[in-house]
């Protein structure tokens, strides 16, 4: 299987091409949308050729081309059972989440075919009925 374009959401250290290519998943392009330097920096050193966009919120889809495979795993603080206060999609990270929902919304208009992956946390049972 090749995919032309792959856009990875709080891609972390990139991830997303670490189980694309142990899948066997080949790819053209890597788009990735992160905020922490040490991370950029790892996935800049593993992955050179990554296209780092950088904060999820500045992303404009119409400056994107067209994406075959979007993924990612919005900050899960305020649904984890480790968080005592349970925000849900509220918590001031986990409401990134929106912001996930924004671009996918955007390029699945731009793309009908588009393949999607978002992975997260269970425990806020509201924010993970929503997610799902």
């Known amino acids: 299987m090749k995919i032309k374009n792959v856009l990875s959401l709080f891609d972390g250290m990139s991830c997303g091409q670490i189980a694309l290519n142990r899948a066997g998943i080949e790819y053209d392009n890597y788009y990735a949308s992160e ?29 994107l081309p067209q994406i075959d495979l979007l993924i990612g795993g919005s900050p899960c603080k305020g649904i984890s059972r480790l968080n005592q206060n349970q925000e849900g999609l509220k918590h001031k990270e986990s409401i990134l989440f929106w912001e996930y929902v924004r671009i996918y919304k955007g390029l699945k208009a731009r793309n009908p075919n588009l393949y999607f992956l978002l992975e997260n946390t269970h425990g806020n049972k509201k924010a993970t009925k929503i997610i799902t």
Request: hydrophobic share 35%; no cysteine.
């Open 35 to 63: 905020i922490k330097e040490h991370a950029i920096r790892v996935s800049k050193f593993n992955y050179p050729g990554t296209i780092h966009l950088g904060d999820i919120k500045d992303i404009e889809i119409d400056s």
